[in-house]
């Protein structure tokens, strides 16, 4: 018999996805969902765009409806939060609007997702410093935003949300300081491609200072209240709002509980099935480890999309069927004021790291026929192992507007599917003058791959 | 030991990758290009886009310079036209612009294209009655255009030829009348996207004549020179200048005289190495049948990007390499005014009539999360065989900004390797809410497709 109740603890993507594809399965079963805020499939990470004023109203973010669930016979306890489980009963006391209440389960599907990491310097919990994590976050910054008019910001941390905030905060005409601790931005590209990120962050009045570590922050009186951040090689500046975006890390109190393992960089321990160590109990998303199908191991990627496909195997596989994640290739993309930069696999360096004879080739191609007007030039990577010609990744910076993202998904596909870098040559890819060219630009990046690699054995044509 | 002299019969994208490649392999032979023309490598699919006035000179069609061909020893005759052929003293004679001159070779490479169907109607040679299929046809009509300033046009068939110069002339502002012998417009579509693109042309004020056959052209003296086109469903009309685009027949003259087999709809049969029935004759392009991968069997599908990879396999055999062409999808992709449509595999009509178990799902979604500003509705159809679930094929209506052409390319990478529409929601795609969605919209309807196979047994859950 399937199990009849399933809870699912967390209600952002994992946790939706998880309830939506636990109905699929099973059109009987119970299906409660708990969630700690009153914000049932949000997408937080729209947060920048409602901050940068793009997005106008926070509620334009819901993925879908309260209704969509109901139709579904899925029930969401809003503002609820586990307090306590004795997982031998199948029973979990949540601390919800109305008081303690306990829920019983045949399969818990736990997806807490991740937290804000809070560097460890004084001043962090000031007013006037924020993180960008969850919804609430997002609404605090907005109203920190619209009610004080700040005219500058000092952003600590230059990942993907570091970086669109930077873009977020330049777009309402507010001053950007972004500190980061490494060589540069976005350092899960490779340095030739995150410096064209840089380059673009400072065309657009984005103050960057990159191997500077911030050390404490400090309220300032100077007429209007003020923070002043002090750091490393001499940083000491003064800003109205300051946003720690440092990293997040699994939030595992309640898989904690419950004795399951932990995996990589801490967070649950999951099988491909997504199951945990412990019986009866799933779960997916931001708090777990991520099958990676390209280096056939867990680890810790943190990202929207696979928290959706996870908790869709983790709610399919609670309530009864059998299907199993498919797995991760790191596949982001992120789009900083004119440019979008993607990468998906293994960086170069990445690969090296990993102990493959990774090479990597680098061109810069325009994104349809030159003659064709307003043809823009894409910087692309693509690395493969020189052992067995197998591709390793790909990466991608261009102007948003030259189909960057889905490019870069081309290379997804064949990643999944374990091509040679000399079979993307064979891939049968469309044309026409004003949106590409006859050897589309990964193809011209792996000829040149293939070339390199055998000089004058290759059996494709160079062409323009 | 390797042949040392190749000759490749034509000068167009099959010819000149078949010379790259060929010198690619070998950096020794001696290379001969015999060309008609006497444009080397310039792209014809280019030529709507000079007739357009968006491309402002001929001479930027160049695919490559003529020393790009001298820099790697390949020896290019222009305007040189072989007239016989003694295949067993491998000798061919051609008339060149010095006269009658004899070309001795090892290996032969026919890469002579394929030419416009002229129909079989009275006054088809009349001046002012065009073809485009050549550089010269083009030049033709941009002499026309420059000199006389035409006001009106009929196009005469519906193809993607047909479609683009459609664009072309109302780009210059002259009137279009496009006459289509079949339902609509773009019939390699199937009829619910091609409508899609017969709207597009009619609200760019061109003029839409289905179920019309074009039976007699006339000279009508009224003032200005005027052409009279009379058809069937009572179709008179008169315009400046007539363009018959009815489509492309391959040329095998060369390859008839030398006794070479012809397979589909005519064209020179070659099998994966791209070598002809005949010893020692390669044919590569719009000459040759074409390996269909997801058919496995040939057909003629006469396309630019087949035409180089194709070469490219021929050039490399020729010059004693060993590769075979990994076959066509038929991937296509067409500009038609600010939509895109583009298709890859085979329709659902198409599926349908080769004996699959063919279902075909459509959805209409944003191309990127609705709250950012600017999403744009992509239709899109995805074919798949209910029987193994296996998927068959994909096309795709939008706007032509919003990535048309790449997401096609990730359904050609997920045909390439054999997918089923199933497995398109594990491809780990990119997601930023500027430039997509958690689900991609191939995921959306892949989805889709399942639940209407397998009501209540689907594994992913549904997402707005």
Redesign the interface.
Known sequence: MSPRRILIVGGS?AG??A???AR??D?DCAIDVLMEDRFPNF?V??LP?LLSG??TGWK??A??TEE?FAGRRITLHKESQAVSIRHEHQELIAETVGGERLFGYDRLVIATGAEAVTPKIAGADLDGVHRVRTMDDGLAVLDRIESTSPESTIIVGGGYVGVELADAFRHRGIGVTLVESTEQPLKTFDPELSALIARELESHEVRLLARTRVERIEAADSGRRKLRVVGTEGFDLMADLVILCVGVRPRTALADGLGCDRGQAGAIRVNRRLETTVDGVFAAGDCVETWH?LLERPAFLP????A??Q???A??NAAG?A?EF??????????VFDL?A?R?GLTGNEAVHEGFDARTTEIVTPDH?A???GARPLHIRLTGDARDGRLLGAQIVGD??A????????M???L??R?KVA?I????????????S???PWQAAARAWC?ERSA?????????
Chains 1, 2 share one sequence.
């Open positions: 993507d939706t996805a309830a939506l594809s699929s399965t059109p997408s990470c729209g765009f793009e997005v334009e973010l993925h879908r969509d199908r990202l929207g999309t696979t959706h496909k908790g869709a195997v709610g399919a069927g299907v498919a797995g991760t290739l790191g596949t982001q993309v992120v789009k979008a993607g998906t026929k003659y064709y007007p948003y507007r189909a960057v993202a889905k490019r870069l998904d081309v997804a596909a064949a999944f599917n091509l079979e040559l064979d891939l049968d890819l469309s044309y026409t003058p004003p949106l590409g006859p050897w589309d070339d004058g054995q290759a059996t494709r044509p160079t062409q323009k």
